[in-house]
């Protein structure tokens, strides 16, 4: 156990599998109280067990994270326990790519609901009840699609894309009241999302294109995050951190 965040109230939405847990696991390491937040209250209930059964403090929540009224129960409970709230990573998302003509409003609706809608609301919400407790820091996971093309990705490059919007504009607007706001980039990353997203012909493809020669874990994406809701960062916001083996700046 380690104690850089040590005192600190933390929230992680999709904070069941892949990447979110991986967050949790690595806050809850370095003595962060946790919220794990998750759509399948069972999944949640399951990661916050796993997560005290190694002496950590670990809360499950169960919610649409579209719905500000998620984050208003989650953080309200979090705060009422602690008497403060410190961190929260807006990891969630939801993920279908498809040709262009084949985007429905179901899937766009869930797309930006899921992935943007939740970040303004994990944000609004988040921010002020870190103000009650003299500051705090943001993470928002966004991707190395805000950056690039990727063929039949058009909505969550664009999502993603939006992400680091929100980030820049949230960083000068909280900035006076002590919460920084920033945003990891992953790469791609070995999780179930990728797992059914990308056929194994276009993995080996981003393998080979990565300078690092290798596909993510999820614990660099933990790792990133921990240093950005640290202290460690205490001078860094509106910032996004490519966390990606070298792939988006690779002309291969």
């Given at each position: 156990m380690g104690n850089r965040l040590k005192g600190k109230v933390a929230?992680?939405?999709?904070?069941?599998?892949?990447?979110?847990?991986?967050?949790?696991?690595?806050?809850?390491?370095?003595?962060?109280?946790?919220?794990?937040?998750?759509?399948?209250?069972?999944?949640?209930?399951?990661?916050?067990?796993?997560?005290?059964?190694?002496?950590?403090?670990?809360?499950?929540?169960?919610?649409?994270?579209?719905?500000r009224a998620t984050f208003e129960a989650a953080v309200g409970d979090l705060e009422q326990r602690?008497?403060?709230?410190?961190?929260?990573?807006?990891?969630?998302?939801?993920v279908r790519y498809g040709p262009i003509d084949a985007i429905t409003p179901e899937m766009l609706a869930r797309m930006t609901g899921t992935g943007f809608?939740?970040?303004?609301?994990?944000?609004?919400?988040g921010a002020a009840a870190m103000a009650r407790s003299g500051g705090g820091a943001i993470v928002n996971i966004a991707s190395a699609a805000s950056f690039l093309g990727i063929p039949s990705g058009m909505v969550y490059c664009g999502v993603k894309a939006a992400v680091l919007g929100l980030t820049r504009s949230a960083s000068v607007d909280l900035g006076p009241q002590k919460i920084r706001v920033n945003a990891v980039c992953p790469g791609s990353v070995k999780t179930e999302g990728v797992a059914i997203n990308v056929n194994p012909e276009m993995v080996a493809k981003r393998i080979a294109r990565a300078?690092?020669?290798?596909?993510?874990?999820?614990?660099?994406?933990?790792?990133?995050?921990?240093?950005?809701?640290?202290?460690?960062?205490?001078?860094?916001?509106?910032?996004?951190?490519?966390?990606?083996?070298g792939t988006t700046h690779a002309l291969l």
């Open positions: 929230l992680v939405t999709g904070g069941a599998q892949g990447i979110g847990r991986a967050i949790c696991e690595r806050f809850a390491a370095e003595g962060a109280a946790i919220g794990v937040l998750d759509i399948k209250g069972d999944n949640a209930e399951r990661a916050a067990q796993a997560l005290r059964d190694q002496g950590a403090q670990a809360h499950a929540y169960a919610g649409d994270v579209a719905q602690y008497g403060r709230f410190d961190v929260l990573v807006n990891n969630a998302i939801w809608h939740s970040v303004v609301w994990g944000i609004q919400v300078p690092l020669g290798r596909l993510g874990e999820v614990e660099d994406i933990a790792n990133a995050s921990l240093f950005l809701a640290s202290d460690e960062s205490s001078f860094v916001t509106g910032e996004s951190l490519l966390v990606d083996g």
